[in-house]
Structures are given as structure tokens and as C-alpha cells.
């Protein structure tokens, strides 16, 4: 169910041979399958006193020379997702390209060298790397936000960067999200490519221990809560103790933008209060069946990944408001998925 199983696999059948389902949740488990049932309770119906400042303030970090579009949909899709404010710093340049594309959104332009400062300050989320670069400007960024005290999401450059200045993770205390496909985590690991494909699982654990490591040792040091998410078919997550696996999806999201719309709805669900296990689960399944809705209709060659944000928030507010799967519109179709 991940890797080139899906490739050599026909159909899966589980016959449950009449156990009752109490009993198979007494059962240790080395993983266990996403479905949306196990979201239940996650996120609650919004207060009608609610305001903005109750879901959070995640601030996206990206856009060089380039590249705005990676930083502008990580943001449309975290304003899609319910985060109640949301700001992006990136170059001057692509401020009104921002402005136009999503107007709620705050812009603010971040000079070579000057970093983050105050920006940094009294925001719920940081979400890094759609779009940053590989140059010194990028890596002033990654070096402010890892210094942050709020939960951060790693994505693209700023796991290349880390790759090349792991000192960065150092002292870290607060929680972090690492969101790379194999090429990145064949970077941050020092596994090549066909050891992780060949057993993504065991270089999931490994990794993950690594990165644990790279924070700090000893008695004194409060390791940082990390989450890790190993993108490509079957997507995989570990936390350190749990393992999940996401098998939705389809070959159609083997297209630039898939991981800045995934970075932006991590970030979304991790200031509306998720741990980052929790968020990076339910975000992943929310990506991957909603590119699946998309492509039952429309076929998998030419998939957008902003054509994901829209789906991704129904499906989002199904199952805040409609947490049981049968009420769903087509529910027997997404019953059939799961």
C-alpha cells in the first residue's frame, strides 16, 4: 500500500471472518490506515461568538526570485483550511501578484539579510520552504523561523537548506513538522532514494531518529515534538511511537504544487489547535482523497493542485459538521474508498 506496492497489488480484500471490531482495537498495531472516522471530535462546529483571533495566525514563509506561485497557493489553501489570519512574507516583487490573487491575505516583503525580526512574533504557526530557495536569503529565514517558539512546517528548500546546516535544529524545544518526498529525505538522512522507496517504513523510523538527534541530547534538553511525513504513493507518518499510512491518492498528484497546497492545510489545522500527528494525518488524507474526488470526474492527466483547495475545504467542513461518513453527499462513493 506504499511504495511500488500499489504498482504490483490488484485488488485488496480484508475479510474480518466475524471477529467483532472491539476485539481487532485490542490489537497492537506497527501501523494503522487513515480514515476519516477516526477524525471524529478532532475539530468542533464553530462557536457563533467566534472571531478570527479563535483559529489562529499562521505566517507562510517563501516566494524568492522566481517562484511566488508556491508561497501563494500554500496560503490559499491555509485560508481554505480555516486558519482565522494568515500572513506570508516573501519578496517585494510578488506582493501584488498576492494581493490580487488572495486579497485576505496579509503581505509583507522581507529584504536580503533583514530576516523575520518582529514578524516572528505572536503568530500561532510558521509554514517554510514553498518557493524559498537554496541562497542566502532563504536561509536567514529557516535560521529565524526554527528559533520561533511556535510549531513549524518544513516543506521544499527549507529541507534542503536543513540538509546542508543541520546545526540549525539544534536547541530546537518547539514542535516540527518535516513534509519531504524521497528526494528530500534521501537529502536530510543521508539514505539514497532506492533503500527508502525499497523500505519506506524502516527509513521512516530512521530518519525520524535522526532528526530527534539533530535537536540536542541530555537530561536538560526538552526534545521538540516531531512529526514526519513521507510523501509518494502511500503516503507514511510517524510521531516517534505511532506509525499511519494514507492510502488514498492517485498518480495525477505527481505534479508541481502538490506539497505547497499540502504544507498550507498542515498549517491551517495546527492553529486551530491539532497536535502535529493529528494535523499532518488529517491533512494528508484531506489532500489525498480530495485529488481522488477531482479525478473520478475529470481523469488524472492535467490535475491542478489548486484545484484540490476547494474540495479539500468540504471535505473539511464534512467532517466537522457531518462526522458520520453516511450523511456525506455521496457518502456510498466515499464509503466505496474507504
Not at 538522512?189 to 539533530?214: C, E, K, M, W, Y
Not at 484531506?286 to 492535467?302: I, N, P, Y
Request: hydrophobic share 40%.
Amino acid at each position: 500500500m506504499t511504495g511500488l506496492g500499489p504498482e504490483y497489488c490488484g485488488e485488496l480484500v480484508f475479510n474480518d471472518l466475524g471477529v467483532p471490531e472491539p476485539v481487532y482495537q485490542t490489537v497492537p498495531a506497527d501501523c494503522r490506515r487513515i480514515t476519516p472516522e477516526q477524525f471524529r471530535g478532532w475539530l468542533s462546529p464553530r462557536s457563533r461568538a467566534a472571531h478570527k483571533g479563535d483559529f489562529g495566525h499562521v505566517l507562510l514563509i517563501g516566494g524568492n526570485h522566481g517562484m511566488p506561485g508556491a508561497i501563494m497557493m500554500a496560503a490559499e489553501s491555509t485560508l481554505y483550511c480555516g486558519a482565522g489570519r494568515v500572513t506570508v512574507a516573501t519578496r517585494k516583487r510578488h506582493l501584488a501578484a498576492l494581493a490580487v490573487r488572495c486579497p485576505e491575505v496579509m503581505g509583507v516583503s522581507v529584504k536580503h539579510g533583514s530576516g523575520l525580526g518582529a514578524l516572528a512574533e505572536g503568530k500561532s504557526v510558521m509554514v517554510i520552504g514553498p518557493g524559498l530557495g537554496r541562497d542566502d536569503w532563504g536561509l536567514q529565514l529557516l535560521k529565524d523561523a526554527l528559533a520561533a517558539e511556535c510549531p513549524v512546517v518544513l516543506d521544499a528548500d527549507a529541507l534542503n537548506l536543513l540538509s546542508d546546516h543541520p546545526q540549525l535544529l539544534n536547541g530546537r524545544k518547539s514542535p516540527i513538522i518535516f513534509t519531504p518526498h524521497p528526494g528530500e529525505l534521501a537529502r536530510l538522512s543521508g539514505l539514497d532514494i532506492p533503500t527508502i522507496q525499497n523500505n519506506r517504513f524502516a527509513a521512516l523510523v530512521d530518519s525520524h531518529r535522526q532528526l530527534t538527534a539533530l535537536t540536542g541530547e541530555g537530561a536538560a534538553h526538552r526534545q521538540p515534538e516531531i512529526a514526519l511525513l513521507l510523501k509518494g504513493a502511500g503516503t507514511l507518518l510517524f510521531d516517534g511511537q505511532n506509525t499511519a499510512l494514507c492510502s488514498e491518492g492517485n498518480p495525477g498528484m505527481a505534479v508541481a504544487g502538490m506539497g505547497d497546497v499540502l504544507s498550507g492545510v498542515i498549517g491551517a489545522l495546527l492553529a486551530q489547535g491539532l497536535t502535529p500527528f493529528r494535523a499532518a494525518q488529517m491533512a494528508a488524507w484531506l489532500h489525498a482523497s480530495a485529488a481522488d474526488e477531482v479525478v473520478a470526474g475529470q481523469g488524472e492527466t492535467g490535475l491542478r493542485a489548486t484545484e484540490l483547495i476547494p474540495v479539500i475545504r468540504q471535505r473539511l467542513n464534512f467532517i466537522i459538521d457531518k462526522p458520520d461518513i453516511g450523511n456525506w453527499p455521496c457518502g456510498k462513493a466515499y464509503a466505496r474508498q474507504i
